[in-house]
Structure formats: structure tokens, C-alpha cells
């Protein structure tokens, strides 16, 4: 029974590693439907992401069960609580992925993103997708000195996040609809990179056995 | 001990309706300071953030020790992982409100809402502050009919924020930090209303008995 106990533990993390993946496929789709404009491409994204909603509602009641069942305590009790946060962590950052595919699909026929920032995107859309895919890596225990990296990608996302904001306040020649747009979708992007920090900070207060850090998902107010 | 515990569980209720009207006060402040462009105003708003930061974390503690020492089961536990999702969803509905305070700051002196949107901000302001209110009567268990206001509400500004949205993508006389401000502005009030539906809902999902909601906090995918 124990044992039974300790397997349902391991696979509380593989199945947080499998919604991760769906939101890296999600992220990476919605990020090449936004830059080629595909909306074949974006309206899937956007269907996909009620799979990492039902993933979350199957997982989330896993655990209830493991805390009714088992009665938990201490650093079992803590992986438990911090499996719930991170499972309505990585559901919204599936979330926001399909909202950088609404974007994509709202703007078509035309790009969301205009040629003179079409670089920031790419870049963007990589060192997202880098971050989710680190932070898998570091749930799944297989490097945790990514961590490090994922905090990295997150600085650089917040810094081009406030580059393209800058170049859009300081000039007037956007269009109504790409101020909009450019907005929306730095802000999707930072917030993704935001979850993905939160995602690892809480596995090294998991790791080093330290308190939990209900902090873990809290946004610093940002600034351009 | 047993009475000892149910009292907890209580205090756990008020505690959480502390938090939100901490967030309360903080949303009046930061839509008062948006429209009167009161810089000071902004600056408690932000300042104030950490308080239900600090909540949270304490609130977090006393639900892990609850669950760790007295292994509740059904309804006890289900009240508890709700308890926790909550305090998550109010934490962040607070850095809401400081992100409305902050552009109120970034746009100061001048008004970070051009004037012929006043009115669409000020009934913003008074839909979330009346969902928040209406959020933190239901989960005190005083007026549970105040749930179908709280939908009511949001609709409503959902509805506002897509008529703002739509307004500025066809006029191309606003400038661009005009554009980003609204764009950013009308995003805030609606993930508040979002996050008080899911607050509300999540209480009726415990009074019904019925399975956990772990969606509460989903978004659906908005189109304007």
C-alpha cells in the first residue's frame, strides 16, 4: 500500500511534466501561427488547450484523493500542496498560449505582428518555449541547475517585453490595432515567462525542503 | 479539540474576507487615483500590494498545518484546497489593482485615460469594486444570492471592455500610449471580474457539494 502510495507520487509528477508538454506544443504552434499568420495552425492551438484544462481537472482530483486517502504530512503534504499550485500554474500558462493564438486568428488575413518586430517575436517565442521546456526538466528532476537558466530567459523575455513597449509608446506611426496587439501579446509572453519561474522557484523550496513559498506565482509590479 | 479545529476553519472564512477587502480598498484607491491622476493616491496602492502578499503567505501556513495536523477528509479537505486556491486568486486580483495604480503612476501628470473613455473607466471601476464586495458577502456565507450579481457584473465588464477595445482598433486618433494604456487598463478590470467569478463559483461548488471545480479559475477565450 505504501509503495502503491509512492508510485502515485512519482506519477503526480510525470503527469505535471506531460501538461507541461502539451503547453510547450501549444506555445510553439501558437508562436509560429502568430508569425506566419496560419490560422489552420492557431485555430488548433486554441482547441487544444481544453486538453490541458481536463488534464488539470483529472490531476487536481488525483491529489485530492492522495490527501483524503493518505493523510500526508510533511515534505509529502508540501509536494501535494505545491502539485496543486502547479498544476493551475501550467493550465494558465496553457491558457495564455492559446490567447497569443486568438491574437493570431483575430489579425488574419494580416500579421499581428509587424515587420519592424518581427525579430522580437521570434525571440520571444523562443526563449519562451526555452523556458517551458527547462522548467519540465527541472519538475521531471532531471536538471535542476536549469532553474537557473528559466529565471535567465524570464529577465531577457521582461527586458524585451519593455523594449517593444518603449518603441511603441515613443512613436506614433502603429496603427490602433498594433498597439493593441503588440501589447496584448507582450504582456501573454511575460506572463508566460512569469509562471515558468514560478514553476521552478517552487521545486527548489521543494528540494531544499525550505517553507513553501505561496509566493511562488506572485508577479512583481513591471515597469518600462 | 475538535471545537479548536472548527474554529480554525472559520477563521480560515474571515480570513480570507480580510484579504479581500484589503484588495477592496486597494481596487477603489487604484480606480480613484486612475481617473483623478492622484499620483499619491497610486503609490499607497502599490505599497499596500504587499500586506495581502503577506496575508496570502501566512493564510497559506495555517491551511498546510490544518491539513497536516488534523488529516481532514470530504467536505473539511474540499474547504480547504478551495481555501488555498482562494487566497491565490485574491493575492492576484490584488496585483491587479497595483497594476491599475501603476499605470495611473507611469501616465502621471497627464491622465492615463483619455477623457471621452472616462465614463466607460468610472462604471469599470464601480463593476469590479461591486463584484470584489459582492465576492467577499458570498464567501462569508451572508448573502449567497450575491453570486448571480458577481456574474452579472463581469459580464458587463467583459462587455465594456470589448466595446473599448473595438472603439480604439477603429479610430486611428488616439495615440499609441493612449492605446496601450486602454489595451492594458480594460485587460486588468477583466481578469478581476474573472477572478471574483471564480471565487464565487468555487463557494457554490462547496455549498452544492458538488466535485471540486478546479476550472474556477479558468479564462475562456475572449474575442472583442
Same mark, same amino acid.
Given at each position: ?15 505535471? /511534466? +506531460? %501538461? ?8 510553439g ?17 486554441? +482547441?487544444?488547450d481544453? =486538453?490541458?484544462?481536463?488534464d ?11 490527501? +483524503?486517502?493518505?493523510? $500526508?504530512?510533511?515534505? &509529502?503534504?508540501?509536494?501535494?500542496? @505545491? ?20 491574437? !493570431?486568428?483575430?489579425?488574419? $488575413?494580416?500579421?499581428?505582428? $509587424?515587420?519592424? =518586430?518581427?525579430? &522580437?517575436?521570434?525571440?520571444?517565442? #523562443? ?10 526538466? /527541472? ?8 532553474? @537557473? ?9 521582461? !527586458?524585451l ?16 490595432? #498594433?498597439? %493593441?496587439?503588440?501589447?496584448l ?9 512569469? =509562471? ?18 505561496? =509566493?511562488?506565482?506572485?508577479?512583481? $509590479? #513591471?515597469?518600462?
Open positions: 500500500m505504501r509503495e502503491a502510495y509512492r508510485s502515485d507520487l512519482r506519477h503526480l509528477v510525470e503527469d505535471l /511534466v +506531460a %501538461m507541461l508538454d502539451r503547453v510547450h506544443e501549444g506555445l504552434g501558437a508562436s509560429t501561427a502568430l508569425l506566419d499568420g496560419d490560422l489552420a495552425l492557431a485555430e488548433r492551438v486554441i +482547441a487544444a481544453s =486538453h490541458i484544462d481536463e488539470q481537472a483529472q490531476l487536481d482530483e488525483t491529489m485530492i484523493q492522495l490527501l +483524503a486517502r493518505q493523510g $500526508p504530512v510533511a515534505g &509529502d503534504l508540501r509536494l501535494l500542496v @505545491a502539485g496543486l499550485r502547479m498544476s493551475s500554474t501550467i493550465e494558465r500558462m496553457g491558457d495564455l498560449a492559446a490567447h497569443i493564438a486568438i491574437v !493570431a486568428r483575430r489579425s488574419h $488575413p494580416q500579421l499581428a505582428v $509587424p515587420e519592424r =518586430h518581427r525579430e &522580437d517575436f521570434q525571440r520571444l517565442g #523562443e526563449l519562451a518555449l526555452g523556458a517551458v521546456g527547462s522548467s519540465a526538466r /527541472v519538475i521531471s528532476g532531471n536538471d535542476l541547475a536549469l532553474a @537557473a537558466q528559466v529565471e535567465k530567459d524570464d529577465d531577457e523575455i521582461d !527586458a517585453q519593455s523594449d517593444i513597449y518603449r518603441a511603441v509608446t515613443r512613436h506614433d506611426d502603429y496603427t490602433s490595432a #498594433e498597439v %493593441m496587439n503588440l501589447t501579446l507582450g504582456r501573454y509572453y511575460e506572463r508566460i515567462g512569469d =509562471h515558468a519561474v514560478s514553476l521552478v522557484r517552487r521545486v527548489g523550496f521543494l528540494v531544499t525542503g525550505d517553507t513553501l513559498d505561496s =509566493h511562488g506565482g506572485r508577479e512583481d $509590479p #513591471e515597469e518600462f
